[in-house]
């Protein structure tokens, strides 16, 4: 049996078939802006926010990136908004990893009230920086086998 942190949960059924790993969070107020909807901003932080919890339940600390001299860089982001949010809305977050050959992967999260309603879908292309060396690594999906508990999370 998985553990779950509070307002977040593993959906994901098939290790070689990546789920969406999903977050819960509830729109606040003071991230509205003047039209009383969820400020354009925001959604990447919200998009953000379950990439690194999707990360943390897979097993891979901020610390143990860093302890191997990698980090995780976005190279591009592309966010479609759909429908607006206001505050005190509900939405769930999810996080599906997709992996190809080569230095990059992809990253498809969608941004849905608990009606089902969608709000917004992100689009991102990421990488695993070399620290020291300031390039990509050849291989970021080596990265997260080795440092995660259950690669399953990230669809290895």
């Known amino acids: ?3 779950r942190a509070r307002g977040e ?12 790993y999903s ?3 509830q729109v606040r107020g003071y991230e509205t802006d003047s039209q009383g909807h969820l400020n354009q901003a925001v959604y990447l932080q919200y998009a953000e926010h379950a990439r690194w919890s999707a990360l943390r339940h897979g097993g891979i600390e901020q610390g143990d990136l860093l302890a191997r ?3 995780p860089v976005a190279l591009e982001t592309t966010i479609r908004y759909l429908r607006e949010l ?3 809305d509900e939405v769930d ?9 080569g230095k990059t992967f992809r990253m498809r999260q969608t941004v849905r009230k608990a009606d089902g309603t969608v709000s917004a879908e992100v689009s991102a292309v990421g990488g695993i920086l070399d620290l020291k060396a300031r390039k990509l690594v050849p291989d970021p999906r080596q990265v997260f086998k080795e440092l995660s508990a259950d690669p399953g999370v990230f669809g290895l």
């Open 1 to 3: 049996m998985q553990r």
């Open 9 to 20: 949960r593993n959906i994901v059924t098939d290790p070689h078939n990546s789920e969406p």
């Open 23 to 25: 977050v819960h969070i």
């Open 69 to 71: 001299g990698v980090g």
């Open 86 to 88: 206001r505050a005190g």
């Open 93 to 101: 977050v999810d996080c599906v990893f997709e992996w190809g050959e």
